[in-house]
């Protein structure tokens, strides 16, 4: 074990800052699904018993002897007390098959989001007229049968949970990174219209689309900023998947996803806010637009089809990496692989500082212990080989 | 290179729907006009391999392909039809419920001239099994997301096996998270992330199995 001389929050914020750290901290996206199961419950148990499920989360830090930050602090929602918040959520929640509740999706499984579209082409004049908050409220019955009191009733509750599970790990010394999450206005017009639809108006109607987004990107920035507040984490998260260069080619992420990104994160950092960049699916091409984001203000957490190696020689000196053991190595893999594989991040990635070592998105609710504990103490015991 | 093939590969939707028209009503053999669109598909295909082409515009290509085939096909029937370069059946794997991985390979598979049999999503061992044995396909391809679909890979391999079907099927199984190491785990011949690449790897396995 490497002697430690810092506490969790000092090397993770040292990770973030680009200054030196007594070891690389390491940091899982930890949801519920893997301790709901390593704790013999079903996932979908955990889903829906909101103390039960966070038990497990603590219980299964507490087995492997802890780690230095979560990502997120839990699996509550942080929400603004708005209509258009809770019907933004109710989209979403409501794109989403969960375990036990469909046929599809077993009792063990990890929620699933259905690929259809929940916004039509139609709806773009609205959006651009109104705004998101505006087209929400005119909207509201479409997406959600609660009357409004309700939804902002729910969306309070929601957001003291999410308070709530941030204060449990700080009695605990650990830092939560994200008070607020929030999709760029590419990622949620895509999973809200399909990705099909989506590049279809891309490629027919690129000017309205931009306007579209043009009409989000306010309403998105300064409702999360408000979310992180009430929840009281300086942190956001962004979810990026669908604007990356595994979907498209640089000149559509330069006109919709950079530019709104940079917004995005700009309105952040003005706050005091740390972006977590959530980037799913490969973004190697796009990387080198990071350097025009505020410096020490951001993490790219990586999934591991990303070339992260690649991502330091970029990003290095500029912003914190984060990631990326695969998903498919915590599953099916060994402790010698995934040990092997985190000492290469570590010496690698990890070299100079900038790095916090994570699971390429969620950890899965297949993995085994033994492979998720030997992540864990990797971080623990081995410094980058310079 | 022929005008419909070309307003496909510069992805010309509205030229592609234009000149379908004009070649119908021009009295033009409907299977020519499926070669023509096969042509252009083909051609996005290698600039997607040379990364000219993303994944965007597989997609824009594949519904132009798709739009095109919706007005040529119904002239299909009763007239010569288009030889199939191979049977093949395809699904995303029980228990897991994306589809946008497996449908733009189907539309791939279709436009590269396959006899497609896509099961849709969350498809049981037992559903493959039998749709093997009532088409003879020879390729099987499953589709999966999340890690636990890795599992139903493997008992979808393992009741192939069972079915006495292993040495006349060929198995390749993609998606985003699809590694050689999971190709392993599950007993497939070939793995791939990526789209194009899974077509070039059904069409070797096409001429294997002939």
Known sequence: MIKETMTSKERVEAAIKLEPYDRVPVAPLMDVMFPSRHKGMTVAYGISHWKEGLQAIVDIFDEVGGWDAMILPGYSLALTPKVASGVMASMGTRGYKFPGQDAAVSENSQPQYEERERLTVDNYDEIIKYGWSGFAERNRERYTSFPPEQIIAWAKKQTEHYAREGETWAQKGVPSLCGAIVESPLMFLSTKRSLTSFTMDLHRIPDKVEAVMDALVDDFTMDTIEAARLTGIPGVMLVLERGGCFYYPLKIFERFEFPYMKKMVEAFAAEGLITVMHFDQDWTLNLPYLKELPEKMCIAELDSTTDIFKAKEILKGHMCIMGDVPASLSAIGTPEDMEAYCKKLIDVVGDGGGFILSSGCTIPANAKFENFKTMIDTAKNHLPAS | ?210
């Open chain 2, 1 to 210: 290179m022929s005008e419909l093939a070309d307003a496909i590969a510069e992805l010309n939707e509205d030229e592609a729907k234009r000149l379908v028209r004009e070649k119908i009503d021009a009295g033009v053999e409907p299977l020519s006009i499926v070669d023509e669109c096969r042509e252009g598909m083909d051609i996005v295909g290698g600039r997607y391999k040379n990364k000219e082409y993303f994944l965007s515009e597989l997609i824009v290509s594949g519904e132009i392909f798709k739009e095109a085939m919706a007005v040529v096909e119904p002239l299909l029937k009763g007239g010569k039809q288009a030889e199939s370069l191979s049977k093949m059946v395809l699904g995303t794997v029980k228990g897991d419920i994306h589809n946008i991985g497996k449908d733009i390979v189907g539309t791939l598979l279709t436009a590269a001239g396959f006899e497609v049999y896509d099961l849709g999503i969350d498809i049981a061992p037992r559903i493959f099994v039998d749709k093997l044995v009532e088409t003879g396909a020879p390729i099987l391809g499953m589709s999966g997301l999340l890690t636990p679909s890795f599992e139903s890979m493997k008992e979808t391999v393992k009741a192939v096996e069972e079915a006495g079907l292993r040495d006349k099927v060929k198995i390749i199984v993609g998606g985003g998270i699809v590694t050689e190491q999971v190709g392993k785990y599950v007993g497939a011949d070939a793995f791939t992330s990526d789209g194009p690449e899974g077509v070039e790897i059904c069409k070797k396995f096409a001429r294997e199995t002939k």
